[in-house]
């Protein structure tokens, strides 16, 4: 896991915690300590409370703001619900690391 990562953990899962995540994976060149000038960072989330169509997008944007404020970089946010595509799949979970 990169130094970015490490380093603002506890932010990141209070984060996590505040916009009701329940699990929380840390996937991508940040996971494989590969992270470049320009990566961004690729979580995989489950969101605990299955919300309105509007409450969940608040709670996903406002996520996706907060964990780019605090990281300095873009995020790539992807809802785990979302994914259907097998190839995807199996590149996130080669390299996913549980952080919630």
Known sequence: ???LISSHLSEIKNLFKKYGVKEAYLFGSAAKNNLQKDSDVD???N???KTDFESYGNNYFDL???LQDLL????DLVA???LSNPYLIESI???KIQLV
């Open 1 to 3: 896991m990169e130094s």
């Open 43 to 45: 979580f995989l989330v």
């Open 47 to 49: 969101f605990s409370n």
């Open 64 to 66: 996706l703001y907060a």
């Open 72 to 75: 300095k970089r873009d995020v």
């Open 80 to 82: 785990e619900e979302t």
């Open 93 to 95: 979970n080669q390299s």
